[in-house]
């Protein structure tokens, strides 16, 4: 099962539950693809110190834009480094020059540190710490989301989404907030009125938030087996899905298709779940506390691009012109498998 998380800022989908996702799918997922607010913390940190120096005060005004003082020592610092840059090569005597280099060196060093130190606390703030580790895996692939969209001729989430909803096998990771877009049902229900999507809760874990890098590839690991079969079944339910058409009304035929491919090993791997060490001792831990659920999502080709716009990560003219191009491989009411997080809490506590 390759999962595919995307994500930029702004946008409503929220950074924390993105971090939760990704968590999960470390957990489950067969390969994971990452061009998010996620993998973007986890890249900076990891790759800091390469970063251009032009680019240190772009970051910091892309984070901190309310912040007049700093803003004011940002564009003070980058006009000096500029200016300085131009004299780096040739041979200064004057005292006064060389004094003003070394200060650019200085600020340019300050700013650097401040930087590196805020995206530490954003990192820890986030919770991602665990995390770190990871990117050395074959199984996940980080890149940097596109922030500034305009400076590029085309936009590259087209390209990205119309390859990863035409071809049928990779799994979208989406954000809790689809529920707040579009109406869905639960389980095995059904509804007379038009829904957008089917919600099959998989799995339940124990919120991860004091787990460590070293039990977390211990926990990976120790699921592999239980999942190997589940993931089988999971890409063939994908695949069968794909070949027809949503229609909330055959919601009861979905989920009975789903049942015949995929139920049981669901239920094997929330055994081995239950069972995991790490996240038994967690569990213990946090006894009737909230907890984490990962679902499957069943819709149109169409809804899963408009969760994009509605979410606001990507303007209409992209979606349109994903869905253009889809039009030419698939039909826009092609059936589509996404997953998503949520936080669930005992039932004692929602009632």
Sequence with gaps: MKIVNLNIMPSEIEVSNEVLSMYLNILVAETIVSASITSHELLMNIHFEKLPDLEIFLQIRFFQPDDAELMNIVDYNE????????????????????????????????????????????????????????????????????????????????????????????????????????????????????????????????????????????????????????????QAFVLVSHDKHYNYKDNREILQIFTNHVKSPVKDVQQAINNSLYLCQIKNKTQNKSYARYNLGITSAANLVNHYERSGMLEAYVCSEVKDRLGRKITMQDMCVFSYCTIEKPDKEQK
């Excluded at 877009?181 to 799995?203: C, E, Q, R």
Aim: hydrophobic share 40%.
């Design 79 to 234: 006009k000096m480094y500029i200016a300085t840059q131009k004299l780096k090569h040739r041979k200064i005597t004057d005292k006064k020059v060389l004094n003003l280099m070394n200060q650019s060196r200085l600020a340019m060093g300050r700013m650097r540190s401040y930087l590196k130190g805020y995206y530490k606390l954003r990192l820890k703030g986030l919770n991602l710490v665990p995390l770190l580790g990871f990117e050395t895996e074959e199984f996940l692939e980080l890149s940097y989301p596109r922030y500034d969209l305009k400076t590029i001729h085309e936009n590259k989430y087209i390209e990205m989404l119309t390859e990863i909803v035409g071809n049928k096998i990779d799994i979208l990771s989406l954000n809790h907030v689809v529920e707040k877009f579009f109406t869905f049902v639960d389980g095995d229900a059904y509804s007379d009125m038009p829904f957008d999507f089917i919600k099959i809760p998989l799995w339940d874990f124990p919120l991860l938030d004091d787990i460590t890098y070293a039990q977390m590839k211990y926990t990976r690991e120790d699921l592999k087996k239980a999942l190997y079969e589940c993931n089988f079944n999971l």
